[in-house]
């Protein structure tokens, strides 16, 4: 999800449905454009919500995966991300 509202949702679901305090690692899934990335960085975008769940302690680490290079120099640019997943074969 790349809203903050979306984000918020799909990060208190999982923990509630493992039955867990916390997430090790959390992750942004899936970033092709950096249209996506100005969207999850913007005011009520997704990592707003990463980053107070980060301050609460509900997660460790934070990471993305990304599916073009685009995609992944601009999140490198905007953040220091402790996981980096890029598909390859």
Do not use: C, W
């Amino acid at each position: 999800m790349r809203t903050e509202k979306q984000a918020t949702l799909e990060l208190y679901d999982p923990l509630k449905k493992l039955e867990t305090d916390y997430f090790d690692l959390y992750q942004l899934h899936g970033i092709i454009t950096t249209e996506e990335v100005e969207q999850i960085f913007a005011p009520n975008g997704a990592f707003e919500s990463f980053i107070e769940a980060k301050r609460k302690g509900l997660i460790r680490y934070i990471g993305f995966s990304a599916h073009t290079e685009e995609a992944a120099i601009a999140l490198i640019d905007l953040f220091n991300f402790n996981s980096i997943l890029l598909p390859f074969n």
